[in-house]
């Protein structure tokens, strides 16, 4: 599923397009921002957003086995929340 079929699946909710467009654009802006922000999203029974560190490293080049220089980067992490996981696994 991607973003339009999920605005189409609103729409099928008797949602005005155009407000469920704007309702998903702002809801994946907030998420954004609050991790920009360094904040951690929590969606109860969905699961949570959050910011990991990566702290630098050295890696090898597997096609000439040059060592290399991996520098420290933040990346978005989600965790599945409980009724999420026990829904995917019934």
């Known amino acids: 599923m991607n973003k339009s079929d999920l ?3 609103l729409v099928e909710n008797d949602i ?3 407000d469920a467009e704007k309702a998903i654009n702002t809801l994946v ?3 954004t921002e609050a991790l ?3 904040d951690k999203v929590q969606l109860i029974g969905f699961g949570s957003f ?3 560190s990566r702290p630098a490293r050295e890696a090898r080049n597997p096609r ?3 060592t290399i220089k991996v520098e420290a980067s ?3 992490l989600f965790k599945a929340g409980k009724a ?3 829904a995917v696994n019934k």
Do not use: F
């Open 64 to 66: 000439t086995g040059e």
């Open 7 to 9: 605005i189409a699946k």
């Open 84 to 86: 999420l996981k026990d």
């Open 74 to 76: 933040k990346a978005p």
């Open 16 to 18: 005005k397009r155009a």
């Open 29 to 31: 802006d907030s998420v």
């Open 36 to 38: 920009v922000k360094g």
């Open 50 to 52: 959050e910011v990991k």
